[in-house]
């Protein structure tokens, strides 16, 4: 059985969805990041760099999260374009990698400096606040003109979008960012309806994460901050 290394951050959670859309059995483990256990040795075989989500299955390991959305779409030849050099190929490429690389990061980091990070940081949040509202931003725009990412077809595109749109409100530190970013709001109200996106909602609840960001938790998360003390 496919062995799926969680937690319920955004980007485990885009792939908790597609395993729930494609109906495939999987083996759910937990890696709790605030008590340090994607340092494990043994979690370190799967993925090498430390983070979640990855998969095993069988003789197969794919670690990052869009990886894995591709990797499980192409093999099952489900919500992804399948024809090579094609025109819908292309923007599925384009546009899962847009949020690989800029969606996911960005997010990430307004999300520290906006959260965790130490005085002073005026100047780091303002980069990637910008940043983050300026990838939004290309997103919804180009909601307004398309139904789905790709279209008119429901893709693993979307699937990484809601790993993250779920969290905007936290990412922007807003309150109501839907005024902002309506078509968003539409795409991500319509994905969350979904059985599959119930399902994988609720696999959050088959295991108690740590929540406190205690001295313990900022040591596993941020070790950069380590450095700083010598």
Not at 92 to 100: D, H, K, Q, R, T
Not at 111 to 129: G, I, M, Q, S, W
Not at 202 to 228: G, H, I, V
């Amino acid at each position: 059985m496919l062995k799926f290394y969680y937690n319920a951050a955004p980007n485990p959670m885009k792939i908790a969805l597609l395993l729930e859309e494609l109906g495939l059995p999987y083996e759910a483990i937990p890696v709790d990041t605030r008590k340090g256990q994607q340092f494990d040795p043994a979690f370190k075989q799967v993925n090498p760099n430390s983070k979640v989500p990855a998969i095993m299955d069988g003789d197969v390991t794919v670690f990052d999260s869009n990886a894995i959305l591709l990797f499980l779409a192409d093999r099952e030849q489900q919500f992804v374009p399948l024809q090579a050099g094609s025109v819908e190929r292309g923007q599925m490429l384009s546009w899962l990698m847009f949020i690989a690389s800029g969606i996911g990061p960005f997010s990430g980091q307004s999300v520290h400096f906006r959260h965790a990070a130490p005085e002073p940081k005026e100047y780091a949040l303002n980069r990637y606040d910008f940043e983050a509202h300026r990838h939004w931003g290309v997103i919804n725009e180009h909601l307004s003109n398309h139904h789905y990412m790709l279209g008119e077809h429901y893709s693993i595109v979307d699937m990484a979008f809601w790993g993250w749109a779920r969290m905007v409100p936290y990412v922007l530190g807003l309150e109501n960012p839907w005024t902002v970013y309506p078509h968003i709001k539409r795409l991500l109200d319509e994905i969350n309806a979904r059985p599959a996106a119930q399902r994988a909602e609720a696999l959050k609840t088959r295991n108690t994460f740590k929540a406190e960001l205690d001295d313990e938790a900022k040591r596993f998360m941020f070790p950069q901050n380590e450095r700083l003390k010598k």
